[in-house]
């Protein structure tokens, strides 16, 4: 059997009798959670990364384990990763981006391994039931991954709110909807019950480029001004450099992604991967300008 922890339906001391109604809720919660652990299980891992502990989930037969970046310290670094039946593997780190606290590690083995499916963190309603899963103070080699009950607070975009009681260790792990599928991934953690953070899912889509094969580098520092981005400077050897970028260009698109005041260049370029030829658009004497640049990989020029 296992223990759940059930926020919003506590008894204040009262028995069952004086409360008839919340049975039902809770017998039917307690089946569905039994089934949403037995699917799920497989794939939540705990992770030991340089000291940091956290949880993750795998999401792919080949191994691909989303986390918050928060839970490792930089791209390339070896993790050990920890799972359900007791092994234990290596992995590395591919991408992250700490302003979103998203991030990704492949298991260096190959599969297939256990994965479950992504949702749609979109069609999540506030008072949804879901599911917080992870290892509550970091992976413990006799305890399995914990299950715990809430329901959605909050449906922002950006940020899922939850009722989930999680706790430090559990970052990085999964909120699942009642069927299992993966809809989140536990990022910020407080006192308050109500005051648990989760990315969510479609997140993790939009920048899944940048994640798999790392953060991409375009090679210029810029500055926002009416209408564009303008170049700073140009890093000698980067992809903008070699397609010939020059520091005084206003860069006005960047493949479809037209210029957005309040949006950061990163930002934008996080929805593309390494290696990927993109066309950017620039005012440059008077005239627009298109070029194609190659981008490149971060590490390759940031120590």
């Not at 949880?55 to 799972?83: K, M, N, P, R, W």
């Not at 993790?204 to 790392?214: I, K, P, V």
């Amino acid at each position: 059997m296992i223990g759940l922890a059930v926020a919003g339906l506590a008894s204040d001391g009262a028995s069952d009798d004086d409360q008839p109604e919340a049975k039902p809720v809770l017998q039917d919660l307690e089946r569905k959670s039994v089934q949403v652990y037995d699917k799920v299980l497989p794939a939540v891992v705990g992770i030991r990364a340089r000291g940091s502990r956290g949880s993750g989930v795998i999401v792919s037969e080949d191994g691909l384990v989303l986390t918050a970046a928060h839970v490792f310290a930089e791209e390339g670094q070896f993790a050990t990763v920890y799972l359900a039946d007791g092994r234990s593997v290596r992995a590395v780190a591919r991408g992250r981006d700490e302003g979103l606290d998203t991030g990704m590690l492949e298991i260096v083995e190959k599969g297939p391994w256990p994965f479950i499916e992504l949702g749609d963190s979109g069609a999540m309603e506030r008072g949804a039931w879901c599911f917080a899963l992870g290892h509550p103070g970091g992976y413990v080699s006799d305890r399995p991954p914990v299950i715990r009950i809430g329901r959605l607070i909050d449906d922002d975009p950006d940020l899922l709110q939850t009722d989930c009681a999680i706790v430090s260790g559990d970052s990085g792990g999964p909120l699942v909807d009642q069927y299992g599928r993966l809809v989140g991934i536990h990022s910020r953690i407080f006192r308050r019950l109500s005051r648990n953070f989760h990315v969510p899912v479609d997140r993790y889509r939009e920048g899944w480029a940048a994640l798999r094969h790392g953060t991409p580098f375009l090679g210029v520092g810029v500055s926002h001004i009416g209408g564009g981005w303008y170049v700073d400077r140009v890093v000698p050897n980067s992809g903008a450099a070699r397609a010939g970028l020059k520091r005084g260009d206003v860069i006005l698109s960047i493949g479809e992604n037209k210029y957005e005041k309040r949006r950061a260049l990163v930002d934008v370029l996080r929805t593309f991967g390494p290696g990927e030829v993109i066309e950017i658009g620039v005012f440059r004497g008077g005239e627009r300008e298109v070029f194609e640049v190659s981008l490149g990989y971060r590490k390759e020029f940031v120590e």
